[in-house]
């Protein structure tokens, strides 16, 4: 399998992404990796990493880079030799496999659907990312890639999830929830009571509405919303956990006394923190796309870029975009006309 | 000030609501109480905590109860004579000064708007609640109100925000975010691009777009959005810290040597819980009526219903309607016009 790397992306660029990609590559004996990026940023990173050395490992100039305050539509127009670019146009011309990118969500999306097109019957593709729970994780999507979405959009959205949930967490017929403000069948807005009837006649797994609570309780294995409202949701439980993270800290750092208890709960503030670091999450899937692309966080360390490319790498040997294909394509007369 | 108390509301009704209305008929001595419920029901919890003893304590019998699962429409039209509806009535009637229930959020708020109207140049009421952040709090609406929002909705939310948080927070020329998906002035849809058009132009102190994790940094005092994004914003943050309270538990209950420092740092933890425990931020205010509603959550206990209770009480004592009204009223014309 080969991995395109857009070395540049990300607030800390080839220090961070270059890290994660030796973890990787060294955990993984029979990936290659295809690097992008600025040769005086990238090759020093390289050496100090070893990856330059490795024959799987191949370097590719880029002049260009995709700034995180580009506009989409800019960095499509006029950053055609920028390393997120060649990395996406080498899962286009099919020598990679699939891509990684922590750079701007905007332009990789721009760039992922204007280079590798929409797969057959798919409208929007949609940001998919993995969400701890109290037991096994959930995928949400769409967490930014589209504001406003029809029914027949958050359609797509659940058979893509569910595509993805069963082939890389193996989870057969995996349960999908439409998020919505409450479980009963009166609410919501007419987009979403489209949805839900669309999901209850297709052989989807559907199981019903969902509140914002239930992504953290493992009730479902895909769930399913439009990007503004994901966006807020992944956001809004990623600042109370940091809030809560930062009292906790400040607490057992009031005095002396707190302090020696907090040293001695260290072994096991590290276990609670392991179970729901999102380094350890990172990795969202760009769906819908003849090709595999994968978004890291910005801030993104070694360990989470890393995860990142453990993501795309399983996606890439499940080949995720084909069999969401086949799965649209197979009952795609069925769907379709109840989506009319 | 007198108070209305629909005592049937809630998952515990009359055990819970009561014994919360008795805390703050102790601790606000100038306080009246009209306590709405069932005789059989509420009668026997008045002795236990007293109250039935009290002059400053009237119980009216109603032979109807709003229950979870009804329809907002239907308690309308056939619950006239429930303690819910009495409630309201009471404030409409300027017989009680603001009135608190646990009960269904929609008939609530069906029964407010129907009964109280709605301030003039208010399209929508809205639910106000207030979160947690590391240093102040921050007032989040609309937390489920209305689910599609224009953006003179959005304006209108952001008025009635300002004022509450001036009012009862003493926060000065509090300053206002827009919830989007991004800082970026491209970021967002139509409606939110709109609203902060509007919200520029307008005498308020708008500070621009913030994003999910900013609700829980304190960065600004109130924040805007649909009642949907709202409601899933503060469910997903409510799930979050559940499943990390629930992770942190099963860690220190592991073994013999983790409960015990556990057991070590109870008073750490507890101090914790108090910052952020969601008893102590309960009461939702139903703003833009004639007239002051607070919601209480429905799981709540006797500690979160009396500081649903101290919310009611804290709004009339502010006359937050009026006050409201003559804002909008002041710089109504400006205001209007931008909104055409």
């Known amino acids: 399998v080969k991995i395109a790397i857009d070395a540049m992306g990300g607030d ?160 057969s017929n995996p349960s999908i929830g439409l ?14 009571k489209c949805t839900a009837d669309l999901l209850e006649k297709s052989p989807l797994n559907y199981v019903g509405y969902v509140e914002g609570d239930d992504i953290f309780k493992g009730v479902v294995d895909v769930i399913v919303c439009d990007g503004f409202v994901g966006n807020v949701a992944l956001k809004a439980s990623e600042g109370a956990a940091k809030m809560l993270a930062s009292i906790a800290k400040e607490e057992f750092n009031r005095n002396a006394v707190s302090k020696t208890f907090g040293l001695l709960c260290t072994p096991i503030f590290r276990k609670l923190k392991g179970r729901v670091d999102p380094r350890n999450y990172n990795g969202a899937s760009i769906l819908g796309l003849n090709g595999t692309v994968v978004k890291s966080h910005g801030s993104a360390d070694k360990i989470s870029f890393a995860k990142a490319v453990e993501v795309a790498l399983q996606e890439a040997r499940q080949k995720i975009p084909e069999k969401i294909g086949v799965i649209l394509s197979d009952s795609n007369h069925v769907k379709r006309e109840e989506k009319e």
């Open 179 to 192: 998020l919505n403000i409450g479980e009963e069948e009166m609410k919501g807005n007419e987009q979403i």
């Open 12 to 171: 800390f660029g080839p220090a961070v992404t270059l890290d994660g990609v030796a973890t990787v590559h060294q955990k993984h004996r029979n990936v290659e990796f295809m690097i992008y990026g600025r040769e005086s940023s990238v090759l020093p990173v390289m050496k100090i990493t070893g990856l330059c050395t490795s024959s799987r490992v191949t370097f590719f100039d880029c002049s260009e880079v995709v700034e995180m305050d580009d506009k989409p539509s800019g960095a499509l127009r006029k950053k055609k030799h920028s390393s997120m670019r060649k990395a996406v146009d080498s899962v286009g011309a099919k020598e990679a496999h699939a891509c990684v990118s922590a750079g701007n969500t905007g332009a990789l999306m721009g760039m992922s659907r204007f280079v590798l097109k929409r797969l057959p019957n798919i409208n929007r593709p949609a940001i998919c990312g993995t969400m701890p729970t109290l037991s096994k994780t959930t995928k949400l999507l769409d967490l930014g890639g589209n504001i406003d979405c029809s029914s027949a959009d958050l359609f797509d959205f659940s058979v893509m999830g569910s595509v993805l949930s069963e082939y890389t967490e193996n989870r």
